[in-house]
């Protein structure tokens, strides 16, 4: 899949949306030891009463796609911070104009806390479970991070891995660990 396609592409339904993040030089270098940030959860954390920007939202709420974008800077190795968390990159957002009024994310804007960590766009799947699972997969294997837009496009997990048609994720609105 070239970078083109899925930079003009907006997302729509269940599995539907890749949201396609490039990290530069990645790797976990110094970012949190265990692989405890991959069981971050957008509620019952330090972070999870801050707001979304000045909107009424707030991590616990609404924080799914921030969530999973600090799970994939540290697994990227984009951030380095041991004491980096979900709350860290949403009050450089909130410092930095990251979040529209509604409490959306500006994807453009994580950049500017880890610069290689760039928002390359969006990518509709469509076809069977294994054709979408083949896309991501593509996509990993190209270097790139994934942010799922899953639930008819009301939620966003981070992409782990694939294996055949199962895709795992990273889920900051579930109570099960990551597996």
């Known amino acids: 899949m070239s970078l083109r396609n899925f930079k003009t592409v907006l997302a729509g339904g269940a599995l539907a949306a890749v949201l396609a993040i490039s990290a530069v030089g990645a790797g976990l270098a110094g970012a949190l030891s265990s692989s405890e940030y991959k069981n971050w959860k957008q509620y019952g954390s330090s972070w999870s009463q801050m707001h979304l ?36 990159i949403v009050s450089y957002l909130n410092a930095h104009g990251g979040f529209t009024s509604s ?23 469509s076809g069977s479970q294994a054709d979408k699972a083949r896309a991501i997969e593509d996509f990993l294997n190209d270097g790139f991070y994934v942010i799922a837009n899953v639930k008819n496009g009301g939620h966003f997990v981070a ?15 579930r109570s099960e660990e990551h597996t």
């Open 53 to 88: 920007g000045t909107s009424s939202e707030t991590v616990a709420r609404s924080g799914c796609a921030v969530t999973s974008a600090a799970i994939l800077m540290v697994q990227s190795g984009s951030v380095t911070d041991s004491d980096f968390t979900p709350g860290t």
């Open 103 to 125: 409490g959306c994310i500006d994807w453009n804007k994580l950049s500017g806390y880890a610069p290689d960590f760039v928002y390359c766009g969006r990518y509709a799947l």
């Open 159 to 173: 992409v782990d891995s694939v294996s055949g048609q199962n895709v795992t994720m990273m889920d900051p609105g």
